[in-house]
């Protein structure tokens, strides 16, 4: 018996550190790099950001593709330098950036950018079970032909320079 409630409360306890409200964080915008990269501090109205977070399961255009300056612009309107941002770490990037969901005032960032059309879905890197309700609300702005949508434009970022 003694080893079983052992057992239990290990899975409790991998549970608990597995899940990704597990890892989450506040932090403030210190700066909006461009549609996929905010830099970001752990204190309000600092300049020097003390971590570099990309956007996990999405691509947004780079600022030099069609509509990557204005995934960057939407970003700045959302969060603000100094706004306060909800960070759910899912792990690094190649670049050794945090790969995040990141919320503004209970809202998903990462999904608010494929409802309005300024990034895909990455079908290589989204694994989570919620990326098959990204891939819904991606196919519903390519219906709806917003924003990149709109460009008959079927070349998705990672596959920009090849």
């Known amino acids: 018996m003694g080893m079983r409630a052992g057992a239990c409360l290990l899975v409790i ?24 990269t905010i830099s970001v501090s752990e204190k309000a109205d600092r300049d020097e950001p003390i971590t ?18 204005e995934a960057r612009d939407f970003l700045l309107r959302l969060m603000p ?7 759910d770490s899912v792990g690094e990037d190649d ?3 945090v790969s995040a969901l990141v919320q503004v ?10 409802v309005e059309g300024l990034a895909w879905v ?10 098959r309700r990204w891939y819904i609300q991606e196919h519903q702005a390519v219906v709806d032909r917003r ?11 990672w596959q920009w320079s090849r």
């Open 122 to 131: 990455n079908r290589s890197r989204c694994k989570a079970m919620f990326c």
């Open 13 to 36: 306890f991998l549970s608990l550190w597995l899940c990704p409200g597990a890892r989450a964080w506040d932090a403030y915008v210190v700066r909006v790099e461009d549609g996929n």
């Open 52 to 69: 570099i977070l990309r956007f996990y399961g999405i691509d947004a255009p780079s600022l030099s593709q069609p509509f990557g300056p």
């Open 147 to 157: 924003g990149l949508w709109g460009l008959n434009m079927s070349t998705p970022p």
């Open 105 to 114: 005032a209970g809202t998903s960032v990462n999904y608010q950018l494929l």
């Open 81 to 87: 330098k100094g706004t306060k941002v909800g960070v």
């Open 95 to 97: 670049k050794g950036a």
